[in-house]
């Protein structure tokens, strides 16, 4: 098992790549180089919001809204407390998340075993670029050997910098993004006692799925069952494992496999609960 805590964990600002402010607390990142590599993290939208152009990934999402409303499109909006799965392939935007909005996101490799470039990665290659041309309303502009002033989209750009290769996307196995209201999800009983989950959905034949657990105070919740990696994102409540304790905001990995690890509620606690898809 791997934890984090959103007080120990530094707030990084993302790079010139996109429109606008946009601070992140890097909570768990998976292998670099594995088709299962990922990253989880909280944003904050700062000081005039943040704004990205139509685009797409050759990787997974799952994205949950802490605070606020999440334009996730021009005419769509996740609201608070809502999860949404952004597959991979699928085109998205543009966004212009407000000041203040706080969302958690899970990036991830897709089914398709593209996996995940690192942040590292993507950061570095950021500011390679920079020495070649600019940054301007999510697009990379530059001038090519043919004095030619060329644009692509600025994280296709990153990627392709990054890896030396083309940025290639699978054939979609959705047609757009989609939206979950888990209060409109019911409760069912867990297999520990004085736990309850509910499932939101399981996507594509690799099985990555969404819910969310809920542990009664007084009540141990034993994690480590689940037959791929699984990531927990703590939205409310108190905590202990092996004596040490966690709040809202905290967020722990599990591999399929490992020590089972027990989660005892000091109040009633709720979960995120996302596993990655199985290789």
Known sequence: MRASKPADTNADQVGSMREGVLTQKHLLIGEDGSPNNYDLNTGLAGAGGWRTPRHRHNFDQIRYVVEGDYPYMEDKVLPQGWVAYFPESVYYGPQDRPEGLRTMVLQFGGASGNGYLSVEGREAANDALKQKGEFKSGKFIYVDDSG????????????????????????????????????????????????????????????????????????????????????????????????????????????????????????????????????
């Open 148 to 279: 030619e002033q060329r644009e692509e989209d600025a994280s296709a750009a990153c990627f392709e910098y990054a890896t030396g290769r083309k940025l290639e996307f699978a054939a979609p196995r959705y047609d757009g993004v989609i939206v979950m209201d888990p209060s409109a999800f019911a409760w069912l009983p867990g297999e520990d006692a004085g736990v309850e989950e509910k499932w939101l959905g399981s996507f594509t034949e690799r099985e990555a799925k969404i819910g969310f657990i809920k542990i009664e105070a007084g009540a141990t919740y034993v994690a480590g069952k689940l037959p791929s990696i699984a990531i927990l994102f703590q939205t409310k409540g108190r905590i202990t494992i092996n004596g040490e304790e966690f709040t809202q905001g905290s967020a722990f990995e599990f591999l399929p496999g490992e020590e089972l690890v027990s989660l005892d509620a000091e109040t009633e606690t709720e979960l995120l609960c996302m596993t990655l898809h199985r290789f």
